[in-house]
Protein backbone atom coordinates (compact mmCIF):
# COMPACT_ATOMS: atom_id res chain seq x y z
CA UNK A 1 0.00 0.00 0.00
CA UNK A 2 2.51 2.49 0.95
CA UNK A 3 4.78 1.20 -2.34
CA UNK A 4 1.65 2.16 -4.13
CA UNK A 5 1.12 5.40 -2.52
CA UNK A 6 4.90 6.61 -3.12
CA UNK A 7 4.66 5.63 -7.04
CA UNK A 8 0.94 7.76 -7.06
CA UNK A 9 3.16 10.60 -5.53
CA UNK A 10 5.92 10.06 -8.02
CA UNK A 11 3.35 11.62 -10.75
CA UNK A 12 1.54 14.07 -8.87
CA UNK A 13 3.16 17.45 -10.61
CA UNK A 14 2.28 19.85 -8.07
CA UNK A 15 4.17 17.93 -5.46
CA UNK A 16 7.07 17.54 -7.81
CA UNK A 17 7.32 21.32 -8.43
CA UNK A 18 7.09 22.03 -4.84
CA UNK A 19 10.17 19.68 -3.79
CA UNK A 20 12.14 20.61 -6.66
CA UNK A 21 11.72 23.99 -5.71
CA UNK A 22 11.47 23.82 -1.86
CA UNK A 23 14.72 24.98 0.06
CA UNK A 24 13.31 22.52 2.79
CA UNK A 25 14.18 19.89 -0.13
CA UNK A 26 18.17 21.27 -0.14
CA UNK A 27 19.22 18.55 3.08
CA UNK A 28 17.81 15.89 0.75
CA UNK A 29 18.82 16.85 -2.66
CA UNK A 30 22.39 17.56 -1.63
CA UNK A 31 22.36 14.16 0.63
CA UNK A 32 21.52 12.29 -2.94
CA UNK A 33 21.57 14.41 -5.95
CA UNK A 34 25.28 15.53 -6.89
CA UNK A 35 23.58 18.73 -7.46
CA UNK A 36 21.60 20.64 -10.33
CA UNK A 37 24.89 21.65 -12.54
CA UNK A 38 26.98 19.57 -14.66
CA UNK A 39 29.99 21.51 -12.54
CA UNK A 40 28.65 20.27 -9.51
CA UNK A 41 28.16 17.02 -10.56
CA UNK A 42 32.19 16.68 -12.41
CA UNK A 43 33.14 18.40 -8.91
CA UNK A 44 32.20 15.12 -6.93
CA UNK A 45 32.89 12.35 -9.23
CA UNK A 46 36.64 14.14 -9.09
CA UNK A 47 36.32 13.93 -5.22
CA UNK A 48 35.43 10.14 -5.66
CA UNK A 49 38.02 9.26 -7.91
CA UNK A 50 40.59 10.41 -5.48
CA UNK A 51 38.62 8.26 -2.75
CA UNK A 52 39.43 5.61 -5.34
CA UNK A 53 35.51 5.47 -6.45
CA UNK A 54 34.49 5.25 -9.73
CA UNK A 55 30.91 7.01 -10.70
CA UNK A 56 28.51 6.91 -13.04
CA UNK A 57 27.00 10.01 -14.19
CA UNK A 58 23.12 10.33 -14.34
CA UNK A 59 21.31 13.86 -15.88
CA UNK A 60 17.95 13.18 -14.31
CA UNK A 61 15.24 13.25 -16.74
CA UNK A 62 12.80 10.74 -18.47
CA UNK A 63 10.27 10.49 -21.22
CA UNK A 64 10.39 13.36 -22.87
CA UNK A 65 7.33 15.45 -25.24
CA UNK A 66 9.54 16.05 -27.53
CA UNK A 67 12.41 14.88 -29.84
CA UNK A 68 13.61 18.48 -29.70
CA UNK A 69 13.88 17.40 -25.51
CA UNK A 70 15.49 14.57 -26.74
CA UNK A 71 17.98 16.05 -28.46
CA UNK A 72 18.81 18.42 -25.85
CA UNK A 73 19.12 15.69 -23.70
CA UNK A 74 21.71 13.58 -25.70
CA UNK A 75 23.66 16.89 -26.32
CA UNK A 76 23.96 17.30 -21.85
CA UNK A 77 25.24 13.61 -22.21
CA UNK A 78 27.61 14.33 -24.97
CA UNK A 79 28.82 16.80 -23.09
CA UNK A 80 29.03 15.19 -20.11
CA UNK A 81 31.42 12.74 -21.87
CA UNK A 82 33.16 15.23 -22.99
CA UNK A 83 33.95 16.65 -19.57
CA UNK A 84 35.37 13.19 -18.77
CA UNK A 85 38.06 13.16 -21.21
CA UNK A 86 39.37 16.11 -20.25
CA UNK A 87 39.28 15.88 -16.67
CA UNK A 88 40.73 12.02 -16.73
CA UNK A 89 37.82 10.70 -14.52
CA UNK A 90 37.18 7.24 -14.26
CA UNK A 91 33.21 7.69 -15.10
CA UNK A 92 30.68 6.06 -17.28
CA UNK A 93 27.16 7.76 -17.86
CA UNK A 94 23.76 6.10 -17.42
CA UNK A 95 21.28 6.88 -19.68
CA UNK A 96 16.86 6.02 -19.80
CA UNK A 97 16.01 5.87 -23.40
CA UNK A 98 12.95 7.41 -22.82
CA UNK A 99 15.18 10.84 -21.73
CA UNK A 100 16.34 10.52 -25.34
CA UNK A 101 13.13 9.91 -27.52
CA UNK A 102 12.12 6.06 -27.00
CA UNK A 103 8.21 6.84 -27.07
CA UNK A 104 8.68 9.14 -29.61
CA UNK A 105 10.85 7.29 -32.43
CA UNK A 106 12.45 4.74 -31.65
CA UNK A 107 15.19 5.24 -34.66
CA UNK A 108 15.42 8.88 -33.25
CA UNK A 109 15.94 7.40 -30.14
CA UNK A 110 18.99 4.75 -31.61
CA UNK A 111 20.62 7.35 -33.15
CA UNK A 112 20.86 9.56 -30.39
CA UNK A 113 22.41 6.32 -28.06
CA UNK A 114 24.56 5.70 -31.21
CA UNK A 115 26.18 9.31 -31.25
CA UNK A 116 26.80 8.73 -27.02
CA UNK A 117 28.19 5.25 -27.68
CA UNK A 118 30.29 6.01 -30.44
CA UNK A 119 32.05 9.04 -27.75
CA UNK A 120 32.13 6.89 -24.82
CA UNK A 121 34.32 4.55 -27.05
CA UNK A 122 36.30 7.38 -27.94
CA UNK A 123 37.34 8.16 -24.76
CA UNK A 124 37.15 4.80 -23.33
CA UNK A 125 34.42 5.03 -21.13
CA UNK A 126 30.78 3.47 -21.36
CA UNK A 127 27.13 3.84 -21.50
CA UNK A 128 24.86 2.49 -18.93
CA UNK A 129 21.93 1.64 -20.35
CA UNK A 130 19.48 1.56 -17.38
CA UNK A 131 16.00 -0.02 -17.65
CA UNK A 132 12.96 1.21 -16.82
CA UNK A 133 9.40 -0.67 -16.53
CA UNK A 134 8.83 -4.07 -18.24
CA UNK A 135 7.12 -2.57 -21.57
CA UNK A 136 10.54 -1.35 -22.32
CA UNK A 137 12.87 -4.28 -22.02
CA UNK A 138 12.64 -5.82 -25.59
CA UNK A 139 12.93 -2.46 -27.04
CA UNK A 140 16.12 -1.41 -24.64
CA UNK A 141 17.58 -4.95 -25.05
CA UNK A 142 17.60 -4.87 -28.93
CA UNK A 143 19.06 -1.29 -29.33
CA UNK A 144 21.47 -2.36 -26.62
CA UNK A 145 22.63 -5.54 -28.43
CA UNK A 146 23.09 -4.19 -31.98
CA UNK A 147 24.96 -1.15 -30.46
CA UNK A 148 27.24 -3.48 -28.36
CA UNK A 149 28.01 -5.70 -32.21
CA UNK A 150 29.22 -2.10 -33.19
CA UNK A 151 30.78 -0.60 -30.31
CA UNK A 152 31.24 -2.75 -27.75
CA UNK A 153 30.85 0.65 -25.18
CA UNK A 154 27.88 -0.50 -23.77
CA UNK A 155 26.24 -2.11 -20.34
CA UNK A 156 23.19 -3.70 -20.28
CA UNK A 157 21.13 -3.50 -16.74
CA UNK A 158 18.57 -6.36 -15.83
CA UNK A 159 16.21 -6.12 -12.82
CA UNK A 160 16.11 -9.42 -10.47
CA UNK A 161 11.99 -8.93 -9.98
CA UNK A 162 10.98 -10.23 -13.96
CA UNK A 163 10.59 -13.97 -14.45
CA UNK A 164 12.55 -13.05 -17.78
CA UNK A 165 15.52 -12.04 -16.45
CA UNK A 166 17.32 -15.54 -15.94
CA UNK A 167 16.71 -16.12 -20.08
CA UNK A 168 17.92 -12.40 -20.71
CA UNK A 169 21.04 -12.55 -18.78
CA UNK A 170 21.76 -16.02 -20.77
CA UNK A 171 21.16 -14.44 -24.20
CA UNK A 172 23.50 -11.03 -22.71
CA UNK A 173 26.50 -13.52 -21.18
CA UNK A 174 26.22 -15.45 -24.40
CA UNK A 175 27.27 -11.95 -26.48
CA UNK A 176 29.85 -11.53 -24.11
CA UNK A 177 27.56 -8.20 -23.38
CA UNK A 178 28.22 -7.02 -19.40
CA UNK A 179 25.33 -6.70 -17.42
CA UNK A 180 24.69 -4.20 -14.49
CA UNK A 181 22.03 -6.40 -12.08
CA UNK A 182 19.59 -4.64 -9.49
CA UNK A 183 16.54 -5.48 -8.17
CA UNK A 184 13.96 -3.53 -9.85
CA UNK A 185 12.35 -0.19 -9.02
CA UNK A 186 9.00 -0.37 -10.88
CA UNK A 187 5.23 -1.48 -10.41
CA UNK A 188 5.12 -4.69 -12.38
CA UNK A 189 2.00 -7.05 -12.57
CA UNK A 190 2.32 -10.38 -10.35
CA UNK A 191 2.15 -12.58 -13.85
CA UNK A 192 5.50 -10.41 -14.86
CA UNK A 193 7.14 -9.83 -11.58
CA UNK A 194 7.92 -11.56 -8.28
CA UNK A 195 5.51 -9.95 -5.90
CA UNK A 196 7.33 -10.58 -2.51
CA UNK A 197 10.27 -9.22 -1.55
CA UNK A 198 12.27 -12.37 -0.01
CA UNK A 199 11.31 -13.92 -4.05
CA UNK A 200 13.34 -11.11 -5.36
CA UNK A 201 16.12 -11.48 -2.98
CA UNK A 202 16.47 -15.18 -3.54
CA UNK A 203 16.50 -14.47 -7.75
CA UNK A 204 19.12 -12.16 -7.30
CA UNK A 205 21.38 -13.99 -5.48
CA UNK A 206 21.09 -16.54 -8.09
CA UNK A 207 21.28 -14.22 -11.10
CA UNK A 208 24.18 -12.80 -9.24
CA UNK A 209 25.81 -15.85 -9.18
CA UNK A 210 25.41 -16.93 -12.46
CA UNK A 211 26.88 -13.28 -13.48
CA UNK A 212 29.76 -14.20 -11.71
CA UNK A 213 30.30 -17.36 -13.65
CA UNK A 214 29.43 -16.62 -16.86
CA UNK A 215 28.83 -12.84 -16.97
CA UNK A 216 31.19 -10.60 -18.86
CA UNK A 217 32.05 -7.77 -16.30
CA UNK A 218 28.83 -7.91 -14.01
CA UNK A 219 28.40 -5.12 -11.40
CA UNK A 220 26.37 -5.95 -8.72
CA UNK A 221 24.22 -3.05 -7.63
CA UNK A 222 23.37 -3.36 -4.35
CA UNK A 223 23.06 -1.94 -0.71
CA UNK A 224 22.16 -5.15 1.18
CA UNK A 225 24.94 -6.25 3.26
CA UNK A 226 24.36 -9.93 3.11
CA UNK A 227 24.09 -9.97 -0.48
CA UNK A 228 27.21 -8.16 -0.93
CA UNK A 229 29.35 -10.34 1.59
CA UNK A 230 27.41 -13.37 -0.84
CA UNK A 231 29.07 -11.67 -4.01
CA UNK A 232 32.13 -11.55 -2.14
CA UNK A 233 32.71 -15.15 -0.77
CA UNK A 234 31.47 -16.75 -4.26
CA UNK A 235 33.98 -14.78 -5.72
CA UNK A 236 36.53 -16.22 -3.22
CA UNK A 237 35.13 -19.33 -4.02
CA UNK A 238 35.74 -19.18 -7.91
CA UNK A 239 38.99 -17.47 -7.47
CA UNK A 240 37.62 -14.16 -9.19
CA UNK A 241 40.12 -11.73 -8.90
CA UNK A 242 38.51 -7.82 -8.08
CA UNK A 243 38.67 -6.95 -11.39
CA UNK A 244 36.75 -9.52 -12.37
CA UNK A 245 33.71 -7.38 -11.50
CA UNK A 246 32.41 -4.43 -9.31
CA UNK A 247 30.04 -3.56 -7.06
CA UNK A 248 27.80 -0.10 -7.57
CA UNK A 249 26.20 1.76 -5.33
CA UNK A 250 23.51 5.28 -4.95
CA UNK A 251 25.37 8.35 -4.55
CA UNK A 252 24.87 8.95 -0.27
CA UNK A 253 23.44 5.38 0.02
CA UNK A 254 25.49 3.28 2.69
CA UNK A 255 28.57 5.29 3.12
CA UNK A 256 29.51 3.23 5.61
CA UNK A 257 29.71 -0.06 3.45
CA UNK A 258 30.51 2.02 0.30
CA UNK A 259 33.94 2.50 2.32
CA UNK A 260 34.25 -1.20 3.23
CA UNK A 261 34.11 -2.27 0.03
CA UNK A 262 36.38 0.13 -1.04
CA UNK A 263 39.50 -0.75 1.94
CA UNK A 264 38.64 -4.56 1.07
CA UNK A 265 40.57 -3.92 -2.50
CA UNK A 266 37.17 -4.13 -4.70
CA UNK A 267 36.04 -1.74 -7.02
CA UNK A 268 32.72 0.59 -6.62
CA UNK A 269 31.14 2.44 -9.01
CA UNK A 270 28.47 5.01 -7.58
CA UNK A 271 25.40 5.99 -9.50
CA UNK A 272 25.32 10.11 -9.08
CA UNK A 273 22.40 11.84 -10.29
CA UNK A 274 22.37 15.37 -11.15
CA UNK A 275 19.98 18.04 -12.69
CA UNK A 276 17.03 19.55 -11.15
CA UNK A 277 14.65 16.65 -12.35
CA UNK A 278 15.24 14.55 -9.17
CA UNK A 279 12.05 14.17 -7.85
CA UNK A 280 10.84 11.04 -9.98
CA UNK A 281 14.00 9.26 -9.52
CA UNK A 282 14.03 10.06 -5.78
CA UNK A 283 10.77 8.41 -5.39
CA UNK A 284 11.10 5.52 -7.20
CA UNK A 285 13.80 4.57 -4.57
CA UNK A 286 11.62 5.00 -1.81
CA UNK A 287 8.66 2.83 -3.77
CA UNK A 288 11.58 -0.23 -4.61
CA UNK A 289 11.03 -1.01 -1.50
CA UNK A 290 8.49 0.25 1.57
CA UNK A 291 11.83 -0.49 3.48
CA UNK A 292 13.69 2.39 1.70
CA UNK A 293 11.49 4.88 4.29
CA UNK A 294 13.12 3.66 7.20
CA UNK A 295 16.29 3.87 5.50
CA UNK A 296 15.88 6.95 4.08
CA UNK A 297 15.48 8.22 7.81
CA UNK A 298 18.41 6.72 8.98
CA UNK A 299 20.56 8.03 6.13
CA UNK A 300 19.59 11.57 6.77
CA UNK A 301 20.37 11.01 10.15
CA UNK A 302 24.08 8.83 9.85
CA UNK A 303 27.11 9.68 7.92
Not at 165 to 180: A, F, H, K, M
Not at 215 to 234: K, T, V
Amino acid sequence: MLRSLLLFLSQRRGLRHWMETSPAAERLTSRFIAGNTLEQELAVCQNLNREGILASLDHLGESVTSLTEADRSRDSYIGALEKIASLGLQATVSVKLTQLGLDLSEPHCRANVERMVERAKSIGSVVEVDMESSAYVDRTLGLVTDLHARYSSVRAVIQAYLYRSESDIENLSQQSIPVRLCKGAYKEPSDMAFPEKKDVDRNYVHLMTRLLDIGAYPAIASHDERIIQRALAYAKERNLGPDRFEFQMLYGIRRDLQRRVVESGHRLRLYVPYGDAWYPYFMRRLAERPANVLFLVRNLLTR
